[in-house]
């Protein structure tokens, strides 16, 4: 199977721009009542009649990460040229988070089931609602299997199975809209503003390199 550049494309991350996009369409569009707060009561609601609706975010989040870390495996054997991409991409997901777990401190927002009477198990007080570590991390693995392999319909698939695990933690009851929609951005920015960064930084040592060469 042929890969892709060592080089970003547009074409390869142009689904994690769209998903970016769409989530921060969440965060930004006015609604009476707030477009999170209608969202969050309905899908929880809706997930309240749901046996064991709690699990749903947790496969989708288990799948992720078997199928991150096969794509990942497989390139790093078999394509040497791509592994500063991998492991650039994948030191970007540590670092969204990083930045979730802070924005939890930051924010101290309490959870949707710690506010209204929603069925099921709710944190303890402390544990914080935004953003959501859940979509940050599923919708970081998507944006690794972009970057790694830059497929298309297998990014896609990433990004289906990382909203499949936002919409189930609101469904939970345990977070709101804006909480996955932040937690998304997060997951998809900083992996991508990882790599960006990394190939600014080869490209001005090879330019070094072919000066002194010069």
């Not at 592994?83 to 994948?90: E, G, L, M, T, Y």
């Amino acid at each position: 199977m042929s890969m892709p550049s060592t080089r970003l494309s547009v074409r390869s991350v142009l689904p994690l721009g769209i998903a970016s996009a769409l989530a921060a369409l969440l965060l930004i569009v006015p609604l009476p009542g707030s477009l999170s707060v209608v969202g969050t009561r309905w899908l929880s609601s809706a997930g309240s009649a749901v046996p064991a609706v709690e699990l749903i975010s947790e496969a989708g989040l288990l799948l992720l990460a078997a199928a991150t870390a096969a794509v990942m495996a497989r390139a790093w054997w078999n394509h040497h040229e791509r592994r500063v991409h991998i492991a650039a991409s994948a030191v970007g997901v540590v670092l969204a988070y990083l930045l979730s777990e802070g924005g939890k401190l930051l924010f101290a927002q309490a959870r949707p089931c710690a506010v209204w009477q929603i069925a099921g198990e709710c944190p303890p007080p402390g544990d914080w609602s935004l953003p959501s570590n859940h979509a940050t991390l599923a919708f970081g693995a998507a944006a690794v299997i972009a970057i790694t392999l830059g497929r298309s319909w297998l990014t896609w698939s990433a990004i289906a199975l990382a909203s499949v695990v936002a919409v189930g933690r609101v469904s939970q009851g345990v977070h709101y809209v804006h909480d996955v929609a932040l937690g998304a951005i997060l997951g998809v920015a900083v992996p991508l503003l990882v790599v960006i960064g990394i190939e600014a930084i080869m490209r001005v040592a090879q330019a070094r390199r072919a000066a002194r060469r010069g």
